[in-house]
């Protein structure tokens, strides 16, 4: 029979099943949702629609009276757009984010106006402006459909998609430079309400080639949880500096139109397979931990915003977790919530008397002025009545609509919601000196003159969002009908779109994760069987095929492809751990990914099977723990022999066992057949792809060895030899003296592998990569040895030669992105030397240039190891990230230098920390983080005061509270503080930035940054405390003069020296580092006293009838 044949009829077989099971699925979801039906989800309210038919007729009519006069007749008749700002004297500018909520009101109505039989058309017709509108938008980004495919690959301003168009031509009207268009919450509300929309049953894309651009725009926003961008209000940093960030309402934004829009038809009911779109759910993941990572703040500058209020409610519904959005809502309120609504962030000078409106940006420190006369917003109280309407709760409907009454304004066409609400400039000083008590004054919303022209000015933003909070609270609108793929449910009990795709859910508590053992060849098939281990092969599985993580990246790219419009579709970008465990259908053919963790890389960390058993344990649990589809997760392992030599070999039977067991470290697993997991697997169905594309051709699957000859016993496998620690490096000041040819002579002469790479090392500076050696490269020399070293797992000419060649690992870009993204930051250079501060996410090749300019230089194997250890940070930081507490800036050089620290005083043995396997480093690693984190105490009684001190310093780590103890000293200081030759100004710190704020934080490790001793660094973290004790305990005292840590510090150290009885002075301050604190003749003593003899040679003011207190 035709092996074409076969697989086809076997893919139908399971195509059949499915089908079965996508039956009862849909049977028992459509049970589900009557049930609901009939309880919760329907408004008690709306269930009264027919019992008060006229009564609601009338007040459809009036609500559609008040859109035609309010939203509608502002809409552009080319475009569809509305405008932004009503006041300017050519009303030319349409914002897409205003215009997205225009059409979203006059959709409610429509949806509203569907329960009535003679709506005499208002439904169409109202539901056909929606459309206008949303294709007007459509219509305006498919004209820059080469900013998104640049944005795919450099996530820049300039290659972002423009945020204002014109009403009439839908052209550009600003340059890329001139606005602040980076907005990823804007595409991705856009995306929400499209879906919406069309699951409602309206028709807003038309073609192929729109259903191609709109796959792209999910390429688009996917990346938001590493794109700093200028966020809802179009400014980035609270400061208006023209400074981006990342925003956690731009992200989950992102994240929710991801949830929506995964597996929707853009075609609706009538639609094909080629018109669903595709998400890529690692992307999803990513997004969704660090949305939850960053909240309940907004961003480095802002601690909280309202912004968050439509990102957490309505519209986005973007994270279920009750507790986390209630710490959230009530952070936001507790800090922002005024008598006329809420400020949009504190310190935001928009709209106030005070703001130059002239100027584009805010001078330095302009921010203070505008610290408690913020603008109010009650547009944030209408979505406040929106979310208690889904809540069904009654009293809070009442309560927010009891203070927008007053706030509202009136008119001819109906209550009018004002933009903001601002402080008069005669009542500025007395509303800062008594916040709430002043008159505030509205907006110039209503009849205003323009060019001596009468025009209504109308927020129609707000607006929008009132008319729809009010057609809810009169129960002329279901929350079911403006929510219809039910965003306001958790995932796991909203409708699926379609099982033939994958969809969202809610982890289950049991989560069985399934496990195929694939053996690459039948000799250590059958070696394992011996062992009593099943495994497969990939004949045995056939016709499923099983697929390198590369070929599946290779047909993802065939996604969203537009050659008219020049998007090449998905970027080549590899799948994570999520992607990898869906089983596949595609063009008649099912097939199975492995994770990239088992491809073989030309990067070391594969060849330490330790290091790679830790890291399949790390996938399980990332696996158990992130999984959100439906059906079980399948996982992958791929067998080869080469994973049985050395002592790599007991690691693997140790885990092999524990999946014969069903549980590893905590999570369940099934072994077995890949056959016998199909039917509970999640399955995913590619139908974008070409259909009569030459697979077999095109994609290359992973198949099976013959490796000859079969191994009686596991002894049979040709064994690594016994691990050397010990280096042997020559000195190299002889290489450079000879010539190239001497040593090519040296290299053949020589067995010792590290002197052979310090050779073509000295032949790479010299001649280059491409000059020959006994007619190999130097490059193709390097690669032998790299291999040869590997194999004999000696890692330092392992990592010297990796970083000759300059390697850079893979996933080192979102490692520095999870670190990135709870408020860290990562420094890279070898200790001592100046360091690259990386603050925002950066591309792969940025990435690999700052490690081989900052480290490669000074220190070869640097380069290849602060990859290992930023990898391995990336995973703590994931799954433990308590371990970093106290640590804001994690400096890799220094942590480095912790490491040694460790080592040399745990081991006596004398080796470097470059012979380490990875899976060492990574342990050794794990030690020096967990052992200080763990500590309740100050210091380890284990360790000298000397070495906790070393290493408090090179982990960077503070105590708790420190940042605002810093704040409180910088309160009492004007002149500032300095610290080895830096200077902490008073001003224009205090007045630019706030006590709780990141950015100060992150300031204030600028400043000890500068310090080169890790010992000494933590001496002045002592003292600070200090200091900040005693002026805590006496208010009445600040300095006088700049406060100088450093003299504060080395007065300290003299007293320290003279009750020691040694008359001579000198620099030696190693005794002084480790004596304890609080003894008798500790360190805090000496540093007391020298802040008292400060304290009467007159640097502190105020002091009158005052005793010191330091505890």
Not at 865 to 870: R, V
């Amino acid at each position: 029979m035709n092996p074409s044949s076969v697989n086809r009829s076997t893919t139908d077989f399971v195509v059949a099943v499915d089908a079965l099971r996508s039956a009862s699925n849909d049977v028992s979801q459509g049970q589900h949702c009557r049930e609901r039906k009939s309880s919760a989800y329907l408004d008690e309210r709306a269930k009264n629609f027919q019992a008060n038919y006229e009564e609601s007729v009338t007040k459809l009519n009036r609500y559609y009276k008040q859109v035609k006069r309010q939203i509608l007749r502002f809409q552009s008749p080319t475009t569809g757009l509305f405008p932004r700002d009503l006041t300017e004297p050519q009303i030319i500018s349409a914002h897409v984010r205003d215009s997205v909520y225009c059409a979203a009101a006059v959709w409610a109505l429509a949806q509203a106006y569907k329960r009535i039989d003679d709506d005499r058309g208002r439904t169409h017709e109202l539901a056909q402006s929606a459309v206008k509108c949303m294709r007007g938008i459509l219509e305006c980004w498919l004209h820059q459909a080469e900013k998104v495919e640049k944005f795919k690959q450099s996530q820049t301003p300039k290659n972002s998609l423009h945020s204002v168009f014109h009403m009439v031509t839908g052209e550009s009207i600003f340059k890329d430079n001139e606005y602040e268009h980076l907005q990823i919450d804007c595409v991705a509300l856009y995306l929400i309400f499209l879906v919406q929309m069309i699951q409602s049953g309206l028709q807003i894309i038309f073609t192929t080639d729109e259903v191609n651009f709109v796959q792209n725009l999910v390429f688009y926003v996917e990346r938001a949880y590493r794109t700093p961008d200028f966020g809802m209000w179009e400014r980035g940093s609270k400061y208006n500096n023209g400074s981006s960030e990342l925003h956690a309402s731009s992200i989950g934004l992102a994240k929710a139109a991801l949830e929506s829009i995964n597996g929707e038809n853009m075609f609706g009911v009538q639609g094909a397979s080629w018109s669903v779109i595709y998400v890529d759910i690692d992307a999803h993941n990513r997004n969704r931990t660090i949305f939850d990572t960053i909240l309940p703040r907004e961003s480095n500058s802002k601690n909280t915003d309202a912004s968050l209020i439509p990102t957490i409610l309505w519209p986005a519904f973007a994270i279920h977790e009750e507790q986390l959005v209630n710490r959230t809502i009530e952070k936001v309120l507790r800090r922002l919530k005024g008598s006329h609504g809420l400020k949009r962030f504190l310190r935001d000078g928009h709209g106030t008397v005070l703001e130059d409106k002239s100027r584009k940006y805010y001078r330095p420190s302009e921010i203070k002025t505008f610290d408690g006369i913020e603008c109010e917003w009650p547009l944030f109280y209408i979505y406040l009545i929106i979310d208690s309407v889904y809540k069904s709760d009654s009293e809070k409907v009442a309560h927010y609509q009891k203070l927008l009454q007053p706030l509202l304004l009136t008119s001819e066409d109906g209550p009018l919601v004002p933009r903001y609400y601002y402080v008069p400039k005669d009542c500025m000083e007395q509303e800062k000196n008594a916040p709430g008590t002043q008159i505030r004054l509205p907006s110039n919303e209503g009849k205003i003159k323009v060019n001596n022209e009468s025009r209504d000015n109308i927020f129609l933003w707000g607006q929008s969002v009132y008319i729809i909070s009010q057609l809810l609270a009169d129960g002329l609108l279901n929350i079911t009908e403006l929510d219809p793929i039910r965003r306001f449910l958790p995932a796991a009990e909203r409708p699926r779109p379609n099982s033939r795709y994958s969809s969202f859910q809610s982890s289950p508590n049991d989560l069985v994760i399934q496990v195929v053992l694939i053996a690459e060849s039948v000799r250590l098939q059958q070696l394992l069987a011996t062992y009593g281990i099943q495994t497969q092969t990939p004949h045995q599985i056939e016709p499923i095929q099983i697929w390198p993580p590369i070929e599946l990246a290779k047909a993802y790219e065939q996604l969203g492809v537009n050659n008219k419009l020049g998007l090449s579709g998905r970027p080549p970008r590899p799948f994570g751990g999520l992607g990898t465990a869906k089983i596949y259908r595609a063009c008649g053919y099912t097939f199975i990914c492995y994770p990239l963790l088992f491809e073989v890389s030309d990067f070391y960390l594969s060849q330490d099977m330790e290091f790679v058993i830790d890291d399949v344990k790390s996938d399980l649990q990332f696996l158990g723990k992130c999984w959100k589809l439906a059906g079980r997760p399948t996982f992958c392992m791929i067998l080869r022999e080469d994973n049985l030599r050395g002592l790599g070999a007991r690691h693997i039977f140790d885990l092999l066992a524990a999946f014969k067991r069903g549980d590893c470290d905590g999570i369940k697993v099934r072994i077995g057949r890949l056959q016998e997991f199909i039917s509970s697997a999640c399955i995913e169905h590619l139908d974008f792809l070409d259909m009569d594309a030459d697979v077999e051709n095109i994609f290359r699957p992973f198949l099976e060895k013959d490796k000859g000859k079969q191994f009686r016993s596991f002894t049979d496998i040709p064994k690594i030899t016994k691990i050397d620690l010990t280096e042997a490096w020559v000195h190299n000041l002889e290489l450079h003296q000879k010539t190239p040819w001497e040593l090519t002579q040296s290299f053949n002469q020589t067995d010792n592998i590290y002197f052979q790479a310090q050779i073509l090392q000295e032949l790479l500076n010299r001649e280059g990569l491409y000059f020959r050696v006994d007619g190999d490269t130097v490059e193709e020399k390097l690669v032998k040895l790299n291999h040869l070293a590997g194999t004999r797992q000696n890692w330092s000419v392992v990592r010297f030669c990796s970083s000759l060649l300059h390697k850079l690992v893979d996933s080192l870009a979102p490692s520095i992105t999870a670190i990135l993204v709870r408020g860290k930051q990562l420094t890279i250079s070898v200790w001592g030397r100046e360091e690259e501060v990386i603050d925002k996410p950066v591309s792969p090749n940025d990435i690999k240039s700052i490690l081989y300019t900052k480290c490669f230089p000074y220190d070869v194997i640097q380069a290849v190891l602060q990859q290992e250890l930023i990898i391995n940070i990336g995973t703590f930081i994931t799954t433990n990230p308590e371990l970093f507490n106290g640590i804001l800036k994690i400096r890799i050089g220094w942590i480095v230098q912790a490491m040694k620290l460790e080592l040399k005083y745990y081991d006596d043995k004398d080796f470097s920390i470059n012979s380490l396997s990875p899976s060492m480093i990574k342990k050794l690693l794990y030690n020096v983080i967990k052992r200080k984190s763990d500590e309740g105490q100050y210091y380890s009684p284990e360790r000298s005061m000397l070495w906790n001190r070393q290493l408090d310093g090179a982990l960077n780590r503070v105590p708790p509270d420190f940042y605002e103890r810093i704040w409180r000293i910088l309160e009492r200081t004007p002149s500032g503080i300095k610290v080895a030759g830096y200077h902490l100004p008073q001003q224009p710190t205090l007045s630019d930035m706030t006590q709780y704020e990141l950015n100060f934080s992150l300031l204030v490790e600028q400043m000890l940054s500068k310090i080169i001793d890790p010992a000494y660094r933590q001496i002045i973290v002592e003292l600070f405390v200090i200091v900040e004790a005693i002026l805590s305990r006496n208010p009445e005292l600040s300095f006088n003069k700049a406060v100088d840590l450093d003299k504060l510090v080395h007065e300290a150290f003299e007293l320290f020296l003279k009750d020691r009885g040694e008359k001579q002075k000198h620099d030696d301050m190693t005794a002084f580092y480790n004596t304890l604190p609080n003894v008798r003749h500790g360190t805090t003593i000496y540093m007391v006293r020298a802040i008292m003899n400060h304290l009467l040679d007159g640097d502190l003011r105020g002091i009158k009838d005052f005793q010191c207190i330091v505890s």
